[in-house]
């Protein structure tokens, strides 16, 4: 039975989202004459962060079990296990901070009650506007507090590989002061924090307004009481990251933007608008439109709403004429109410939103106005696009009635050398990326992204299944989101939905990662339909998922969802004969007994791959198989920590790209997967957790290709003439030994060369992903390869044995930036020989010098070992490659120069402009 997303007879064309503009890079979401305003507050934090948090204050949201026994590198797969139970004592801050939840739970019933007395702690020198805090760090947000470093080092690490090796726990205070003036008399006023990591709690002129625990959320408090005109007014919030959290980076502190938003009392509400599209082709589109107001005076309000569709642009404007009106609509706002508008508008001969590459992402945004007494009282932006969404358990997705078959990618949310700071230029550069590869798929692992992310996969043409959590009830690591499920899920799936529903690249909502409960029978299953339905009653245009690595198609589990999202379980786990010897969970392959159980259930790979590497290190002997375990001696290099990138090697768990290609097109009825990991990401270095960052990534944390993008990208692009040739040809310690030869090629068939000498034609046979000369003797010079398609000449691609290291070249992703301080340049420096040609083993230490306008942020090269702190100017190539991120100084124009060098080659210089 084919579902319209995941509700019968509505095409789902729009999720584009509550996002008011808020979402936007520009500091505003309204135009110059609205009455809301939305400041972001970047710049002139104070920020300090306690040296040990044991010597830090009792400002504590709650106790937390003991986690001294915690296991750092516990393999990815292994089975959660019960939660421990601790209670809180009497100074404890959660009873006054649950009540921020009941916004987002439904039944008024299970609300929170604040304590009658004041919360603890009032008199702390910290949230007091007269405390000094002149000799704290002034910082700019986003900030992460831990990325600078350093890294920990050796087996008893404070933070182990499994966290990144950087100082991430700990306790940390922010501080800022705002003005306010006669103008914000009788406004309301709310600080937006879009993420904190994590258990943020929030003081405005002394008194406690709020927090969040789950460091992912954004969320928001209301100052409004507490304000006092023509002063200054103090902000300070406590953030408490604790150790043994996470089973990647998770960053910390202000890690996302902080708005403050004011509004007069009458507006409408947080994430208060919801667009669905209920029909749409390219003659007509049908959309429904929800305002939520709120009224934050004690007197009823009469008002009229009122909304104007338009295009949105590239630059996110709007613009030409109206293409749709709603109203003007009349409602009462009941003192300290709420009221809701429903409305619906058609626009003719829409422009669609559709996944590139065959569909265009066009937008529209929905300006909508509440008038009072003849006055503007508040306008609020609705970016949204216009498409429907079919979920087909034999068709897969299809999008506006073409099916896209989906090519994804699972994405952490560091940012590499910039950390969890998010960063929009960065984040653009990585989807930027991904879809040269041919990616039109993105799985959020495992938690809710920063939202200007889903404005860049909006406007890229990207699907993005947008995930909740990692863990519910039951733990995986000691101090997770397992201490706070019970209390804040509700609250923290809701408020996802709700702040990303408008936006079209939205496509499912999965609310779980690998759960424990999947062990745990029927029990396990409520909590996995109670999830469900909640997120159906919030949206019932979008189907559910929760990632399933153990649970099986005769068990409870799988029913709770609207699909069924298999990680590695569909290609099979430790199935093939090279993993027969591991310990762990054992699976055949298993699309076929899921199909068989759940025939109405489009199934899509979630997660697969997992295969493993190091970017331009290649390791004999090689796997003669397509997939095999990773081990010491066997594609692994315990003594230099490094993976051969043969890209035949994985995870235990795991299988290579070539066998998860195979079993897709064994099973046509899958709706297409997700790559594990589409970039490298900071922690989780399997198999070698004396690093620092993953080696799953088929892009590195530096941004450099793996060869194992060229192997996508032979498979996802197959009209786009391509050849790439492994691995180098710098071998002096192997002439006269067998050195394998791999080809990857979106063409049929390719010829090989070494020396000019023919090694033969090889067509790729039926499942077949690569072309292979296993046999071939190495000797100095050039291989080369011309490959075919239907006969003819299709693409060529040749190595070359290169001179020593002699000199230096810079390039740069784009010569001009923004003067804002915010905007980057990423330059590759490249170590070459005397001709020029990349010298694909050098690992020369480099220098890099930034001056004029603009300043060195961050250096890396993408070696998962390097442990030098990402700001250093001092970096190493690796594999002859090596980057540094530049940005402009805030408001300085002009020219920026970078330049590299090293011992004994010859430097390289590259101009940048800077310009507003």
Excluded at 47 to 75: C, N, T, W
Excluded at 347 to 353: A, D, Q, S, T, Y
Excluded at 827 to 849: S, Y
Aim: proline share 7%; glycine share 8%.
């Amino acid at each position: 039975m084919r579902t319209k997303a995941a509700v019968v007879g509505l095409a789902l064309a729009i999720s584009a989202g509550m996002l008011s503009a808020c979402i936007w890079t520009k500091p505003s979401n309204e135009s110059a004459s609205s009455p809301r305003e939305r400041i972001l507050l970047d710049d002139g934090w104070r920020f300090m962060k306690y040296e040990d948090a044991a010597d830090a204050d009792g400002l504590v949201y709650d106790i937390r079990p003991d986690h001294s026994e915690h296991q750092d590198d516990k393999a990815a797969d292994a089975k959660p296990t019960e939660a421990v139970t601790v209670h809180g004592g009497s100074n404890v801050l959660r009873p006054w901070i649950l009540p921020m939840a009941n916004p987002f739970i439904a039944d008024p019933a299970q609300h929170y009650a604040a304590p009658a007395s004041m919360p603890p702690h009032g008199d702390f020198p910290f949230i007091q506007a007269e405390f000094d805090d002149r000799n704290w760090q002034t910082v700019s947000v986003p900030h992460d507090w831990a990325i600078q470093g350093p890294f920990y080092e050796g087996d008893k690490a404070p933070v182990g590989g499994g966290m990144g090796r950087l100082p991430s726990p700990g306790v940390g205070w922010y501080r800022k002061q705002i003005m306010l003036t006669e103008a914000d008399a009788g406004k309301s006023l709310f600080l937006d924090i879009d993420g904190a990591m994590s258990y943020a709690m929030v003081w405005f002129n002394g008194h406690l307004v709020g927090g969040w625990p789950y460091g992912y959320a954004s969320w928001r408090v209301d100052l409004t009481p507490y304000a006092e005109i023509g002063k200054p007014n103090q902000i300070a919030i406590r953030v408490d990251n604790p150790p043994a959290s996470s089973r990647w980076y998770p960053g910390g502190g202000l890690y996302r933007n902080v708005w403050l938003e004011k509004t007069q009392p009458v507006h409408v509400a947080q994430w208060g608008t919801n667009i669905v599209v209920s029909a749409a082709d390219e003659q007509e589109a049908t959309v429904r439109l929800s305002v939520a107001l709120n009224n934050q005076s004690p007197a009823a309000a009469s008002v009229q709403v009122e909304t104007d569709v338009f295009e949105l642009n590239e630059q996110d404007e709007p613009v030409g004429a109206a293409v749709a009106k709603v109203g003007p609509i009349s409602t009462d706002v009941e003192g300290k109410g709420a009221a809701t508008v429903d409305s619906r508008f058609r626009v003719i001969n829409p422009k669609l939103w559709g996944p590139r590459p065959t569909q265009t992402p066009n937008r529209y945004v929905a300006i909508t106005k509440v008038v009072a007494q003849g006055k503007v009282v508040d306008e609020y932006r609705t970016p949204f696009g216009i498409r429907t969404i079919e979920i087909d358990p034999n068709l897969g997705v299809l999008v506006n009635g073409e099916p896209i078959y989906l090519q994804g990618v699972n994405q952490h949310h560091d940012l590499g050398a910039l950390g969890a700071a998010f960063n929009v230029r960065a984040a653009q550069r990585q989807l930027e990326l991904l879809q040269e590869m041919g990616t039109n798929a993105i799985r959020l692992a495992h938690n809710p992204p920063a939202r200007e992310l889903l404005t860049l996969t909006d406007k890229m043409g990207f699907l993005v299944i947008d995930e909740v959590f990692d863990s519910w009830q039951r733990k995986k690591t000691p101090l997770d989101f397992h201490l706070i499920f019970d209390d804040w899920s509700e609250a923290d799936l809701r408020s996802m939905i709700r702040r990303d529903r408008n936006h079209p690249s939205v496509f499912m909502w999965s609310v779980g990662n690998e759960v424990g409960e999947q062990y745990t029978d029927t029990d396990g299953a409520k909590v996995g339909q109670r999830l469900h339905d909640i997120a159906h009653s919030e949206d019932p245009t979008r189907p559910t998922a929760a990632s399933m690595n153990y649970a099986k198609a005769h068990m409870p589990f799988p029913e709770t969802m609207d699909t069924i999202s298999l990680n590695y379980q569909g290609e099979g786990i430790r199935d093939a004969e090279a993993y027969a010897h591991l310990n762990g969970i054992r699976t055949p392959p298993s699309y076929p007994q899921f199909h068989k159980a759940f025939p109405g259930k489009a199934i899509f790979s979630s997660e697969n791959a997992a295969a493993v590497s190091s970017r331009g290190e290649y390791l004999f002997p090689v796997a003669r198989g397509i997939s095999a375990p990773v081990a010491d001696g066997k594609g692994g290099d315990p003594t230099s920590a490094q993976v051969s990138a043969y890209e035949l090697y994985t995870a235990p768990f795991g299988s290579s790209a070539d066998k998860v290609f195979r079993s897709l097109a064994q099973h046509p009825y899958v709706a297409g997967g997700f790559v594990w990991s589409g970039w490298d990401y900071l922690g989780e270095p399997t198999p070698y957790y004396s690093a620092r960052s993953s080696y799953f990534g088929v892009i590195d944390l530096a941004g450099f290709k793996k060869d194992r993008f060229y192997l996508y990208q032979a498979h996802w692009r197959p009209d786009y003439p391509m050849a790439h040739i492994l691995p180098h040809w710098n071998w002096p310690d192997r002439v006269g030994k067998v050195t394998p030869v791999h080809v990857f090629t979106s063409g049929d068939e390719a010829e090989l060369f070494v020396n000019g000498k023919s090694q033969g034609r090889k067509q790729k046979g039926d499942l077949e992903y690569r072309l292979r000369w296993d046999d071939v003797v190495y000797q100095p010079g050039e291989v080369s390869v011309v490959a075919y398609k239907n006969g003819e000449e299709w693409a060529t691609d040749s190595v070359v044995t290169t001179g020593e290291p002699a000199g230096l070249t810079l390039t740069v992703d784009r010569a001009g930036i923004q003067a804002d301080g915010k905007d980057l340049a990423f330059v590759t420096a490249t170590v070459v020989d005397a001709n020029g040609r990349m010298v694909p083993t050098a690992k020369p230490a480099l220098t890099f010098t930034v001056s004029g306008a603009g300043e060195l942020v961050a250096t890396d090269n993408g070696d998962a070992t390097d442990l030098v702190a990402f700001p250093s100017a001092k970096r190493s190539a690796f594999n002859g490659l090596a980057l540094a991120i530049v940005r402009a100084k805030p408001g300085s124009t002009g020219t920026i120069n970078v330049t590299v060098a090293g011992e004994n080659l010859s430097s390289a210089m590259i101009d940048l402009n800077s310009k507003k």
